[in-house]
């Protein structure tokens, strides 16, 4: 289980001054846990939620407190991009929780690799339900089932880790193959220099004429 430590946070806790400490101000709530103001490690909690992500559950500790939770929500600065505050969503030891987990894309498939197709990713997390202690962190799909352009992956066909239960539509598309694009045709260039030139004898040739004419009728006139 992945824990970290917190500190209740008193009125005096101004953000220059928790940032001062090298903390931000956090807080943690639930359907039966009322809204409680907390204060973590900053370097800690880039850590903890590098390898929980927003889908594993992280135990809360200090001032007497231990609670289990999901990181909710996060607000970064815009312009260092660095979290300045933490939403945990904490729920009842014991209980099942529903969660989008993201999947993870694995394996080869006979149809990219032997036949050029393109594998398209129709989902890109997936609903289950499971105790806090079986979350995963990211759910694999093995895309060797791949085989044809004509195969699909549905939700029902992922293996799911022991204690998680599908929670999405079983019958909904997870992967595909789309087939290789065909070349377009090829067009032979236009040499734009040979129609200049073309266009460049016909009016020399138009000329010839136009003084053979001249010609004739001065003839005439004498």
Do not use: C, W
């Not at 129709?122 to 806090?132: G, T």
């Not at 962190?137 to 239960?165: F, H, Q, W």
């Amino acid at each position: 289980m992945i824990s970290l430590d917190i500190i209740k946070r008193q009125k005096s806790d101004t953000v220059g001054r928790l940032n001062f400490d090298g903390r931000i101000p956090a807080v943690f709530y639930g359907k039966k846990e009322a809204s409680t103001p907390i204060s973590i490690s900053l370097v800690d909690f880039q850590k903890v939620f590098k390898k929980a992500g927003e889908s594993m559950v992280i135990t809360l500790r200090g001032d007497g407190l231990e609670v289990e939770a999901l990181v909710h929500d996060i607000d970064f600065d815009p312009v260092t991009d660095i979290a300045r505050h933490v939403d945990f969503y904490a729920f009842e030891k014991g209980k099942k929780v529903k969660i989008a987990v993201p999947i993870e894309f694995v394996g080869a498939s006979a149809a990219i690799k032997d036949l050029a197709g393109t594998l398209v990713k129709v989902l890109h997390e997936i609903e289950v339900e499971a105790l806090p202690k079986d979350l995963p962190r990211n759910i694999n799909v093995d895309i060797s089932l791949l085989v044809t352009m004509e195969s699909v992956i549905l939700a029902k066909d992922i293996i799911l880790p022991t204690g998680v239960v599908l929670v999405s539509r079983e019958d909904e598309i997870v992967a595909s193959v789309a087939e290789p694009m065909k070349e377009e045709e090829i067009v032979a260039p236009i040499d734009i220099t040979q129609i200049e030139v073309e266009k460049k004898g016909r009016v020399e040739e138009d000329g010839a004429e136009t003084d053979a004419g001249t010609e004739k009728k001065k003839e005439d006139k004498k």
